[in-house]
């Protein structure tokens, strides 16, 4: 009863008056005769009724339009609710397809590359330096991990090399950052040359390849391969493309550029090379 009144209260005062009116205009009629006072109240009575009815139905309308905003409001509180929870599934669902497809890649790897002993870890942190291209990750010392091992992607493309050591995180220089060299071989022929971080082409995501041997042939389009010198790095990694070539000051020195075959704006997982066998 609360409850009804609480929604319906101004309706039922304005219902109420108009019948305490209309019985007060019929009490004042006797034996069926008509005074001029009641004659000039019937004449009023039609509007008055008319009024009434119009105010009844406005306040009807208003707390109808108040309820229905309130019921619509509930329910689109419920639908933001059940749509933020599909998304999450979605978002749920789409990394666990990537997961599954980092895995099968790495199963992969792990086919062709038996020496290979690997430990996967999350990427954390980025590093907001303009003078370098590291970022850190979840795992260090305590996993086995060492200074100086190289870190690849599940497709086994060189993402860079663990440049600092903590018992539980350990930073990655990657492939473009200037303080990054890595020994390399560059198309069909095999030519041996250094692939080399360098400011200008690190803002780029690109790398140089340089140091190549006297009278050595490189073209757009060679695949760039770790050569396995120097022992950080296992033979036949991919490090990425070439996207150009071009001449020292002098016109008599070649070089290229590196396209990286990782995509280091997407990595969200890598892995750490802890041992391999080396080939003489």
């Not at 009804?4 to 034996?31: D, E, M, P, T």
């Not at 430990?119 to 305590?142: D, R």
């Not at 950080?232 to 008599?252: D, S």
Request: aromatic share 8%; glycine share 10%.
């Amino acid at each position: 009863m609360r409850e009804y009144l609480r929604k319906n209260g101004i309706k039922v005062a304005i219902i109420v008056v108009a019948v305490v009116l209309l019985v007060g205009i019929s009490a004042a009629s006797r034996g069926g005769q008509i005074s001029f006072v009641q004659n000039v109240t019937g004449i009023l009575e039609a509007p008055l009724k008319r009024v009434l009815s119009s105010a009844v139905n406005w306040v009807d309308g208003i707390y109808g339009y108040i309820f229905e905003y309130d019921s619509l409001r509930a329910e689109n509180e419920s639908l933001r609710a059940q749509l933020a929870e599909a998304q999450e599934s979605a978002r749920d669902g789409i990394e666990a397809s990537e997961e599954n497809t980092r895995l099968r890649r790495l199963l992969e790897l792990r086919e062709q590359h038996t020496d290979y002993v690997l430990e996967s870890s999350k990427v954390v942190l980025w590093s907001s330096s303009n003078w370098s291209s590291t970022f850190t990750i979840s795992k260090g010392a305590s996993s086995g991990i060492e200074l100086g091992a190289p870190v690849i992607t599940e497709y086994g493309a060189v993402v860079g090399q663990i440049t600092e050591l903590g018992d539980t995180w350990a930073t990655v220089s990657t492939i473009i950052d200037v303080d990054m060299s890595v020994g390399a071989f560059v198309g069909v022929s095999g030519n041996s040359g250094m692939v080399v971080g360098e400011f200008g082409l690190m803002r780029d995501k690109q790398a140089k390849l340089t140091f190549l041997a006297d009278g050595a042939q490189i073209f757009v389009g060679d695949d760039v391969l770790t050569s396995g010198s120097g022992g950080a790095f296992p033979a036949g990694l991919v490090i990425g493309t070439l996207t150009a070539v071009q001449t020292e000051a002098g016109g008599q020195v070649e070089y290229g550029i590196v396209e990286p075959q990782c995509d280091l704006d997407s990595l969200v997982q890598v892995f750490i090379i802890k041992d391999f066998e080396v080939v003489e």
